[in-house]
């Protein structure tokens, strides 16, 4: 039995199917609550009709997909066409593996992390190599899908993905530096014990949960940097063609995305499942995480309905000026510090 | 007004008269066109309003019938008031374009080569505006009649 | 003279070592305006060339007019600016005015002034909200902008429909005067749709100008220069944008303008951001001649004429007649050549001057140089109304 509890396939059972379950109703659910949000920031009421408060309007969305005809264009690219859709959700619910929900002090008085699929040694560098391959599916589908306007779409999120990516990594790098760890759960064990990174490292940790937080949006197409999709540029960007279930896995992926984009940054920069004086039992940890990264997700989707979008020259130079620069000062800020700390 | 329809009887005494002038705008010969519209957009006539073609069929079977092309320029400031002036072509005939001097001429005479079927002679790109490029005839012609068929709309 | 793109630049021999490609903009694209299609030659994503093909919404509306009397075009004539509907009748009915030397009363005057400026009021919510919309996404900040600005406009058609009984086509407009009385209460909703706007205009500017973002996309972009704009018979808040200080309501009075001093909002920009400021400042101006007028409106009739009995009441006599006034969007005119003897009460031939065809046919000087994600922006900031090109 005890064998079995420590098989990394029965625990990625164990643990895989509800996250996968748990993360594709947040998905959902986020679909529902943007709405509702929208709706009240605009003064209007958004879905409220199907189930309490239209709460079974993702269903109802769902199943009106499904009975969607599939279509794929005559001249496209099929198998690109058809394995493009599945790609992000399957990139993002592996990201999503190596983030711990929760933890406890243990009887030494060390923080352990738990609730995880898999313990990485380098977490950290999974889930950005996986943040890094995003960019294939959206260059998959603009390419496959034989049309002008999702070319377009693709060549913009391709040049989008991969320049953000860097300030994205360095902004993670300080994290790493900080704690001289590359597991995630090492990371959030850091913190609890020496402070969460936001303020631990005055300013600087601040400033790189910021660039962190903003390269992410980047990462998941949010406004204000959601050029690949620029509904009124482009239509809709590299979805344009397709119909039904496979559009809406785009979609579904974009709003996980965005969900475990808001659980890094939490996870990275704000102790994760960690609240000061009110962890004394591992069965909080998943409230305060769900807390802070709700708190986060709700502010990614007030500056999507308030925000206008960048132009894409722009956008990069926003990225190439100010963040690759600025991402590479806060690294090496944060290294001064962690050998001035080590030096007292 | 006045003032400027001496200055232009002085400068066209040909087809100008300052003294009786024709409340629907001076009738100007085709091969006069571009000047006269160069000696008001000097005299600060500088927006273009419109181009408006008409067309009048011929009274016998002799004749190919005309084709009437009005143009309104203004003066942007105050105390503006439109001048307009026309020209009168047999159907055969073409007119001069406007359109180096007023880029706005532009559509404005492809939309009246569409719709009233003149001819602007020189004019860079003369296809049709509003409708199909396959359709047949011009809508405004007075012989075209409100129902005429057309191929149906792909 | 600055030098200016090519409108017919020759594509074949452009350059054999580029990559064009054609990029087809509509008839089927959210942010047309309607349905138009502009070609746009792309080198990378930098547009050499557009070619802009409206049409799609030509309903042949000038041979229609010459089948109809006088009196049965205003109608018609709602439907061209849909945006602006109050403002069409009332260009025909000034056309009509004017050549047939009717003196309208000073009533019917007032009325139409206070009418032409909330339709001014509300065509500018609908351009802020749908510019918004372009640079902003349908799912975003615009659409939350666009959202605000139609509640406004709703305001504004609520206070139309209580005068005219309906909410888009009024057909409240006729030769001599109005048709429809002033009800009671009447000028208390216009009061206060005043002073709603009064208030919800500065949020709007918090919320666009207050933003980077909007001024980065706008500011420099599109750029038509003031010789450019007159040639082109740009006119309206686009030419005035263009430093040009020209407005109808000054230039040639019509309505009861005479009488009020109309302050001319001009920018000296040119550019996405300058036609944005123009309208923003007319919002300011239109409200303050409504609420100069409005408490002022004389007792009289409304009409000078007889109530129509008969659709052959109107002649217009032999001639050429051209007349304009300013609408939301420019100057629209309207060209009357009159039936052939003095007793015709059919027009020999109409044509409506619509500014937003002047508007587009900017487009192929404003768009070179620039990438797709400006087209929007430029395309909307000229506020063309398709209905109205095409007509």
Redesign the interface.
């Known amino acids: 039995m005890s064998e079995l509890l420590v098989n990394p396939w029965f625990l990625g059972f164990a643990y895989g199917f509800p996250l996968i379950t748990v993360l594709m109703t947040v998905g959902g659910l986020a679909t529902w609550f943007e709405r509702r949000f929208a709706g009240r920031m605009q003064n209007r009421v958004g879905p409220s009709f199907v189930g309490p408060f239209g709460i079974l309007q993702v269903l109802a969305d769902g199943i009106k997909m499904m009975q969607k005809e599939d279509i794929v264009p005559r001249d496209a690219d099929k198998f690109l066409f058809n394995l493009a859709p599945i790609l992000p959700v399957f990139l993002v619910l592996a990201s999503a593996a190596t983030i711990p929900f929760t933890g406890y002090w243990d009887d030494t008085g060390q923080w352990q992390s738990w609730l995880m699929v898999a313990d990485l040694d380098i977490g950290i560098l999974w889930v950005l190599a996986l943040a890094g391959l995003m960019v294939f599916p959206i260059w998959m589908a603009g390419w496959a899908s034989n049309n002008k306007y999702t070319l377009l779409a693709g060549m913009r999120g391709v040049a989008q993905g991969v320049s953000y990516e860097i300030p994205l990594v360095m902004a993670a790098l300080v994290p790493v530096v900080a704690t001289g760890t590359l597991s995630l759960s090492g990371i959030v064990a850091w913190q609890a014990e020496n402070g969460w990174l936001v303020w631990r490292f005055p300013i600087v940790g601040a400033l790189a949960f910021i660039l962190f937080f903003l390269s992410s949006l980047a990462e998941a197409n949010r406004i204000p940097f959601d050029i690949p999709e620029a509904e009124s540029e482009l239509i809709g960007g590299v979805i344009v063609e397709y119909t039904g279930l496979k559009g809406g896995m785009f979609l579904m992926a974009e709003y996980m995305h965005t969900a475990v984009a808001a659980a890094l940054a939490v996870t990275l920069f704000l102790g994760g499942s960690h609240m000061p004086g009110l962890s004394f039992h591992w069965a909080l940890g998943p409230i305060w995480f769900v807390l802070k990264s709700g708190a986060l997700f709700v502010l990614i989707y007030w500056i999507r309905w308030s925000w206008f979008r960048f132009r894409a020259d722009q956008l990069m130079e926003l990225c190439w000026v100010l963040f690759v620069p600025g991402s590479l000062i806060l690294v090496m800020l944060t290294a001064v510090q962690v050998w001035v700390e080590t030096l007292l | 007004m006045n003032e400027l329809l001496s200055a232009l009887a002085a400068a066209f005494p040909d087809f100008i008269d300052a003294e009786t002038p024709d409340p629907s705008g001076p009738m100007v010969p085709a091969s006069q066109h571009i000047a006269f519209a160069t000696f008001l957009k000097e005299r600060g006539f500088t927006r273009d309003v419109t181009v408006v073609g008409s067309h009048w069929p011929a009274a016998d079977e002799d004749s190919v019938g005309e084709y009437e092309v009005g143009t309104v320029l203004r003066q942007p400031q105050p105390g503006s008031f439109p001048f307009m002036w026309r020209v009168r072509i047999a159907m055969t005939d073409t007119v001069p374009t406007l359109f180096p001097l007023f880029a706005g001429a532009d559509l404005q005479e492809r939309e009246q080569f569409d719709l009233v079927g003149v001819q602007f002679g020189d004019h860079p790109d003369l296809r049709r505006l509003m409708l199909p490029e396959d359709w047949e005839g011009h809508p405004l012609h007075k012989d075209y009649a409100i129902d005429t068929p057309h191929a149906p709309w792909r | 003279m600055t030098t200016?793109p090519n409108?017919?630049l020759d594509i074949d021999n452009y350059d054999a070592d580029a990559d064009l490609?054609a990029?087809n903009m509509g008839p089927q694209?959210?942010?047309t305006h309607g349905v138009m299609r502009i070609k746009l030659f792309l080198d990378g994503?930098v547009i050499i060339k557009a070619v802009?093909y409206?049409?799609y919404l030509?309903r042949?509306v000038?041979?229609?007019c010459?089948?109809l009397t006088f009196v049965q075009i205003f109608p018609i004539v709602d439907k061209h600016d849909y945006v602006a509907p109050m403002t069409n009748e009332q260009a025909m009915a000034v056309a009509f005015e004017r050549t047939l030397g009717i003196e309208v009363p000073r009533r019917a005057r007032y009325l139409r002034t206070i009418l032409a400026e909330l339709t001014r009021i509300s065509s500018h919510l609908l351009w802020l909200g749908t510019f918004?919309?372009?640079?902003?996404?349908?799912?975003?900040?615009?659409?939350?902008m666009m959202?605000?600005t139609f509640?406004e406009r709703e305001l504004i058609l609520d206070c139309f429909e209580m005068l005219t009984g309906s909410r888009f086509h009024y057909n409240t407009h006729c030769v001599g005067g109005n048709r429809h009385e002033i009800p009671d209460g009447w000028v208390a909703v216009v009061k206060s749709i005043v002073a709603t706007m009064k208030l919800r205009v500065p949020e709007y500017e918090q919320?666009c100008t207050g933003?980077e973002?909007?001024n980065?996309?706008s500011q420099g972009v599109g750029v038509i220069s003031r010789?450019?704009a007159?040639?082109?018979?740009?006119?309206g808040p686009n030419?005035r944008a263009s430093g040009?200080?020209?407005d109808?309501r000054?230039?040639?009075p019509f309505h009861a303008y005479d009488e009020v001093d109309v302050q001319v909002a001009v920018a000296q920009g040119g550019d996405c951001f300058a036609r944005y400021q123009v309208r923003i400042a007319e919002f300011y101006e239109s409200i303050r001649i409504v609420e100069s007028l409005i408490d002022n409106i004389p007792e009289g009739p409304l009409s000078s004429q007889r109530p129509v009995k008969s659709t052959l009441a109107v002649k217009v006599k032999t001639?050429?007649?051209?007349?304009?006034i300013e609408t939301p969007r420019g100057?629209l005119?309207t060209?009357i050549?009159g039936g052939g003897d003095n007793k015709s009460a059919s027009p020999?031939?109409l044509?409506i001057?619509p500014p937003s065809?002047?508007a587009?046919?900017a487009l192929p000087?404003a768009l070179v140089g620039h990438?797709?994600?400006?087209?929007?922006a430029i395309l909307g900031s000229l506020d063309p109304i398709m209905g109205e090109v095409?007509r």
């Open positions: 200016r409108p017919h490609m990029l694209h959210p942010s994503e802009p409206p049409g030509h042949g000038e041979k229609l010459e089948k918004t919309l372009d640079i902003g996404g349908t799912i975003g900040g615009g659409a939350s959202m605000y509640r919320l933003n973002i909007f980065m996309r010789d450019l007159l040639e082109l018979g740009l006119s030419l040009v200080d020209h109808l000054r230039d040639q001639g050429c007649h051209y007349h304009g100057e005119g060209y050549i020999y031939r044509k001057v065809l002047h587009m046919s000087y990438t797709v994600s400006d087209v929007v095409d």
